[in-house]
Structures are given as structure tokens and as C-alpha cells.
């Protein structure tokens, strides 16, 4: 299993990102996924989910109204599209999968974990 994120970078605030998490080693369609991010000096947290199932999402209060997940299964891909960026949204963001098809947005809930990709919000 292999989770490799891409797209990260600096920003200015109220500017756009889209990340990409390309998934290989599994049946992308079969398993949650999940994308979190952790701040310097703060624990690691659940930003956007999607099941596999039915396609059901789940944001974080912080971020609603501000972000969208999609997954494109024939790419093996997974897209966290990040709008209206605020210097708080700075952290390394990381792609996960989930231990099932459908599974809580939270750590214990990822069996496989990318190894990040910063986003910085600043100007």
C-alpha cells in the first residue's frame, strides 16, 4: 500500500490548493479515505473523509464550506480542493486509508498513512 500526496506549497490567504493523494497496492474503491493535517506543536487532526460505500463525506467545522473531497477511482486518486485558505489551515497535510470502506474521520480509523505535504498560508 502506497499513499503519495502531492499539490502542496505556499499561499497567499484567501487563495486556492488542490492536493492529490495517488493511492497504489489496493482497490481504492474498497476503502475510505481520508485527509488530516497537523500543525506545529498540535496534535494531528481529521480534516475531510469520504467512504467508499456511498460516497458520504465528512468535513471538520473548521474547514466546511471552505473545502471538498472527491475521489476518481479509474486514477486511483483522491482530491482534497481547498478554498479560501487561512493562515490557521497552515500544516503538513497528509493522506490516509481508511480500515474499511466507511470508518470515522479519525486516526485510529487509517491503517496506511502518506508522509505529508506542507501547505503554508501567508503573505
Known amino acids: 500500500v502506497q499513499l503519495v500526496e502531492s499539490g502542496g506549497g505556499l499561499v497567499q490567504p484567501g487563495g486556492s490548493l488542490r492536493l492529490s493523494c495517488a493511492a497504489s497496492g489496493f482497490t481504492l474503491n474498497d476503502y475510505a479515505i481520508g485527509w488530516f493535517r497537523q500543525a506545529p506543536g498540535k496534535e494531528r487532526e481529521g480534516v475531510s473523509c469520504?467512504?467508499?460505500?456511498?460516497?458520504?463525506?465528512y468535513f471538520a467545522d473548521s474547514v466546511k464550506g471552505r473545502f471538498t473531497i472527491s475521489r476518481d477511482n479509474a486514477k486511483n486518486t483522491v482530491y482534497l480542493q481547498m478554498n479560501s485558505l487561512k493562515p490557521e489551515d497552515t500544516a503538513v497535510y497528509y493522506c490516509?486509508?481508511?480500515?474499511?470502506?466507511?470508518?470515522?474521520?479519525?486516526?485510529?480509523?487509517?491503517?496506511?498513512w502518506g508522509k505529508g505535504t506542507l501547505v503554508t498560508v501567508s503573505s
Open positions: 469520504i467512504s467508499s460505500s456511498d460516497g458520504s463525506t
Open positions: 490516509a486509508r481508511g480500515i474499511a470502506g466507511t470508518v470515522p474521520c479519525v486516526y485510529h480509523g487509517m491503517a496506511y
